[in-house]
């Protein structure tokens, strides 16, 4: 990644912090649901569907944080 493109990012997540998180939480939730979908397609039910994908997923609040991470600054 080029300089700037970081730089950019990094400036972004720190001066609009809330916007981010609102954006990749509903990335998130976008994720989560078009999983949840496809195991349905493919015959789970709906209970069982949302635990394979939350199982394949991960836990969403540690790759929020990691995320988060990426976007604060070491100084």
Request: aromatic share 12%; hydrophobic share 45%.
């Amino acid at each position: 990644m080029r300089w700037i493109e970081w730089l950019r990012l990094r400036l972004r997540g720190l001066l609009f912090r809330a916007r981010e998180d609102q954006r990749l939480q509903a990335e998130m939730q976008f994720h989560l649901d078009a999983l949840i979908a496809e195991n349905i397609a493919a015959g789970m039910s709906a209970e069982r569907a949302r635990y394979a994908t939350m199982r394949t997923f991960g836990k969403a609040t540690v790759t929020r944080e990691q995320t988060e991470e990426t976007w604060g600054w070491t100084w």
